[in-house]
């Protein structure tokens, strides 16, 4: 049986993902996401790196879309994600991390100031708040995804990390 404390928390994970606040997750949330990391790091759109952060976002949204749309409206509201987190990735995370793996691949690249495959600790906080994550948070959730404190924070690194916040309950 599925807790009303864990259906809580990953109700209140509902607001990461709808970005402009209209109470619905959909794909122009995902590309808000896009738009305000390339942004902050002034990477142009029709860049090879832009490019693949929208096709990462799109493969996201669709993966999300799949899961957890269950009336087919091409939005999802606080219920099905609820639902669909719940019922589908409480138990298989990994699946989530797969979901959101083409995304955070191509946000690191956007991030990654010297090409070595990994972000640093500043430019992760940078990233994370481009997409509303408040100052603090995002500085003490940047410096954790660190584990090995060497100052990058790479795909090994943020793609079971996020999967963990959105489908566990603690």
Excluded: C
Excluded at 54 to 69: I, K, N, P, R, T
């Amino acid at each position: 049986m599925v807790s009303s404390e864990y259906e809580r928390k990953i109700a209140a994970r509902f607001a990461t993902f709808d970005q402009d606040g209209n109470g619905w997750i959909d794909r122009a949330d995902f590309d808000a996401a896009a738009k305000a990391v390339l942004a902050e790091f002034g990477v142009a759109a029709r860049s090879d790196r832009g490019q693949s952060l929208y096709a990462g976002a799109e493969a996201f949204w669709q993966g999300m879309a799949g899961m957890a749309d269950r009336d087919g409206d091409q939005r999802i509201g606080r219920e099905e994600f609820v639902t669909g987190a719940v019922k589908r990735l409480r138990d298989n995370p990994e699946r989530f991390a797969e979901i959101a793996r083409p995304f955070l691949h191509a946000a690191l690249a956007v991030a990654d100031s010297n090409g070595d495959g990994a972000a640093t600790v500043g430019d992760t906080t940078r990233a994370l708040r481009a997409l509303g994550v408040p100052e603090g948070v995002a500085r003490t959730t940047a410096a954790a995804l660190d584990g090995d404190r060497d100052g990058r924070i790479g795909e090994t690194d943020i793609v079971p990390a996020f999967a963990r916040y959105f489908t566990v309950p603690e």
